[in-house]
């Protein structure tokens, strides 16, 4: 058993999580956050909502880890079993806590307007062990216990409360607690070159790292991100890790795509503000998607104007200016048509640049000439278009998500390139 | 300890998991496979790439479950120790599977048409104590291992490769092997109802069901799904998982949306392919989102005609023709400019039904009078056009995720009640 000091596990409650009805997002967004402190995260258990399987857990990860982080089982209903088993489990009695019976209050009297159920007013209830964390975004209070030197916090499972606590509480007190080193991660993106061609190319830097520092891949749609973590309390690591990761910059520079960790949605936006340049979008195969992706960047009005979704032809004759004949002869995935889709949506809306997405995403619609995976790409920058041909072979979810992300970095060298 | 009978247990491995850089989506797939199977996943467990923490891992599932479901660590790449683990602790050696390495080949030669290097070849390599599960999606190949009455299969974690595996392989041998009690689930979407409030109403309900049947609540986005449990041998459970369904829909008819576990894209869709009519999306704030989820559908080019995002005020007023007077007086988050927007794009594209959003989605942008979280959403069909005023209080992500699932709903009543 290694030595669990500044070792994290989180534990989720739920069946809904059990049976796949619902994804975890919680414990990606509480592990960035407790590793960005130092604490580790080296266990991530999920457990149903039954009593043996939650106290077993308990048992396990205190032997594993000196904190768990526990989410989940803490709504008014009754599949909700984890407030009276913490109760049992740290050996104390329910009290009402008059902070979180003031909150619970609160929330009905003055936000939500409604009546409140005797339910309602239990959720301020809570064991006599325990130390309480407001919740100041809902009426489920967390809960903080300690048991032979080991910390345990229970949070409700709503993403935004358990964010909202996280912040305000967990995650300061956990850092004027421990003495924690700090962990040193610097990522950067490739695209264009697979994982193990990479791993070819950069073999003689990875064995030559030093032990404190670690590298790795994670291939995603099409691209590779390469990581590099350095752990431990060496006062000169986050200048090592800085020297490393100039050397590996250098050996890929041919293909790489930015040198931190961030969305192509981002690194394009960033660029498009920098240039102060505005984007229009035309998407027929993405349906939406692409416009999503740039609208999820908070501030992303400042450079992205808009875009039609041209979904039917009519739509790419009518609002983009496509003419009939030439979706006619050459079809509606081709390079003529994005090509004229992107340049009739710059026109349109007075953009300085324009992307522009047709293709046959599945499970339907595919033909020998054009099988599904088909898809054509166009970006515009003023009198200036390129447009690229894909053959991706996957599940319309992933063909329309590596539709955009080779979209959004086709737009990039654009931006760059123009 | 329970009886470990058609229980399972799901490992993923990687670091990745564990800093928080990659969502596990894959968990939820396989519990739901295996569920619709009758095989319970009652724990699902990330550890990192550490040799040490996956070995515990293996020794402590396989105590609680007697079929250990593992993904990812099969990567050519070097932070990937799986495999090497796998057969030290099986107690085999590694040898070279012929039918992997023709797969390996043919991916190569045949499909990526790029020369292969060593690391690639060695990914046929598997122990020799190990059933080959071949992957007809990638090169890194599924392996069985069985150790005292447990099953243990491992897979890679690229999402699309570990489907392949488990439709084609692991559930059906799984199947063959157990003698497997079916799992009944019935799933109910609410709307306009809190779930504290929907307990009350329904907690006889509750309390008179049979042992083998439970309720829950999944409260999602301003909705709440209840579903009915139905487990073990009893032959007539799914009859009577029916008949106490049926109470359930009738007791909360008045909220109800759809009696199945469906998206509120697909119920919307499904209402619009039965009526035969052509729906156009005008969005600003939820920018492409609602034209997104409406295009995850197959098939949804067949009444969805597309849309305008009309970020910019310019779209607005240009693309879809709403009066820049009116903007100016009443602003663009207002019902006069969501009204306008909603007709003028079901004119624009010839559509039977339009729906338009307009909003302050955060963290910017807010005043006093619009607060972040204001939204106004309008539907119309022909000349009937209705318009609702919403006042989110979260983050971007999830005020866009509520506009949408709102929005999808006011459809959905526009299309039952027109």
Redesign the interface.
């Known amino acids: 058993m290694?030595d669990k000091t500044n070792l994290a596990s989180i534990i989720t409650i739920g069946?809904?999580?059990?049976?796949?009805?619902?994804?975890?997002?919680n414990?990606?967004?509480?592990?960035?956050?407790l590793?960005a402190i130092g604490i580790?995260?080296?266990?991530?258990?999920?457990?149903?909502?039954?009593w043996?399987?939650i106290w077993?857990?308990l048992n396990?990860e205190s032997a594993?880890s000196s904190i768990i982080l526990i989410t989940g089982g803490l709504?008014?209903?009754?599949?909700d079993i984890t407030k009276p088993l913490l109760c049992s489990y740290f050996g104390g009695s329910m009290i009402t806590d008059p902070g979180a019976l003031a909150n619970v209050k609160h929330i009905f009297e003055i936000v939500l307007k409604?009546p409140m159920?005797d339910?309602?007013l239990r959720q301020a209830d809570v064991p006599d062990v325990c130390t309480v964390i407001q919740n100041s975004r809902g009426t489920a209070p967390g809960m903080w216990f300690e048991k032979n030197g080991v910390i345990f916090v229970s949070m409700p499972g709503?993403?935004?409360e358990m964010k909202g606590m996280m912040e305000k509480d967990v995650l300061p007190s956990l850092q004027s607690r421990f003495q924690l080193p700090p962990v040193h991660?610097r990522?950067l993106l490739t695209a264009g070159i697979?994982?193990?061609?990479?791993?070819?190319r950069i073999?003689d830097f990875?064995s030559a790292l030093p032990e404190n520092i670690?590298?790795?891949?994670?291939?995603?749609y099409g691209m590779v991100?390469l990581?590099l973590?350095g752990r431990g309390n060496d006062p000169d690591l986050d200048g090592e890790v800085d020297r490393q990761f100039q050397q590996l910059k250098d050996q890929v520079a041919d293909v790489l795509v930015i040198d931190s960790?961030r969305t192509m949605q981002d690194v394009v936006g960033g660029l498009l503000r920098e240039k102060k340049w505005t984007l229009a979008?035309a998407?027929s195969c993405?349906?939406?998607?692409?416009?999503?992706l740039?609208?999820?960047i908070?501030?992303?009005?400042d450079y992205?104007?808009?875009?039609?979704?041209?979904?039917?032809n009519?739509?790419k004759t009518?609002?983009l200016g496509v003419a009939s004949e030439l979706i006619s002869t050459h079809g509606a995935v081709s390079r003529e048509t994005v090509e004229q889709m992107a340049i009739g949506v710059m026109r349109?809306?007075?953009a300085d640049l324009a992307i522009s997405t047709s293709g046959i995403m599945?499970?339907?619609?595919g033909s020998t000439e054009k099988p599904v995976g088909t898809v054509w790409i166009a970006v515009a920058y003023h009198d200036k278009v390129a447009s690229q041909h894909f053959s991706f072979r996957?599940?319309?979810?992933?063909n329309?998500e590596l539709t955009a992300q080779n979209g959004l970095n086709m737009l990039r060298k654009m931006i760059l390139s123009a």
């Open positions: 290694n069946d809904e999580l059990l049976i796949g009805q619902t994804i975890d997002t414990s990606a967004w509480m592990a960035q956050k590793n580790w995260v080296h266990r991530r258990v999920a457990v149903g909502d039954g043996d399987d077993t857990s396990e594993h709504g008014p209903t009754a599949d409604r159920l339910r309602n709503v993403p935004h991660h990522t697979g994982e193990s061609f990479l791993a070819e073999k990875e670690k590298l790795a891949y994670l291939p995603n991100r990581r973590t960790d979008t998407e993405t349906g939406g998607y692409l416009a999503h740039l609208t999820s908070p501030g992303s009005s992205y104007l808009g875009g039609v979704v041209s979904y039917a009519s739509v009518g609002m349109k809306l007075g599945g499970p339907g619609g996957f599940n319309r979810e992933r329309i």
